[in-house]
């Protein structure tokens, strides 16, 4: 008889934790399903074979591949190995002291990503910059925060000042 009632508990927690266990997966494939805010779309490159990445053809070498980083004003007298941080901080200080959200954008309740591309050129300045994905309320001010960027040291490549690309990824978001 104890044999019994020992199987029926045993049973009963087995059925409690296979219930327990299907709510939990249910749970965590809702709340992965549904809870990304963000467009999580992502722009892919297709390269052929006559293409580079070391921008041979183009001239434009991409920032994450660049053997000398652009220098922002103020990370001169850093480390050579430290300038690429010094780059992203100064680049973040840059965003939030010239961002205004756009009084239209605010009022219609607009949100979202704006990737803003540029060439940090021979001189050290901003030149070709376009702009993907967002409300073009948003590109509008994320062009404006980047054509205020100030005149920086050209990134290097060989020992050559080269142009630089950048992507810059500008998340406008509401309180």
């Known amino acids: 008889m104890t044999h019994i009632r020992i199987l029926k508990v045993l049973w009963r927690f087995k059925i409690k ?17 549904f809870s990304q805010n963000e467009n999580t779309n ?14 041979e053809k183009t001239g434009d070498i991409p920032f994450a591949i660049i053997e000398e980083a652009p220098i922002f004003s103020g990370c001169e007298d850093i480390e050579r190995n430290k300038r690429m941080d010094c ?3 100064k680049m973040g200080e840059h965003i939030n002291a010239t961002f205004r959200y756009p009084p239209k954008a605010r009022k219609k309740n607009i949100e979202g ?4 591309l540029f060439i940090i050129n021979k001189d050290g300045e ?33 020992g050559k000042p080269v142009n630089v690309k950048y992507a810059l990824p500008i998340i406008f978001k509401l309180n």
Not at 113 to 116: F, N, Q, S
Not at 127 to 132: A, D, P, Q, S, V
Request: one cysteine or more.
């Open 17 to 33: 934790f296979m219930k327990n266990t299907l709510l939990l997966c249910f749970t965590l494939f809702f709340i992965n399903t």
């Open 42 to 55: 992502t722009d892919v490159v297709i390269l052929t074979k006559n293409d580079s990445l070391s921008g």
């Open 87 to 89: 780059f992203q901080k």
């Open 113 to 116: 990503r704006v990737l803003v």
């Open 126 to 158: 901003i030149n070709k910059i376009e702009t993907r994905g967002g409300d073009p309320i948003l590109q509008t001010e994320a062009l404006r925060i980047v054509r205020l960027l100030p005149k920086m040291k050209p990134g290097m490549q060989k």
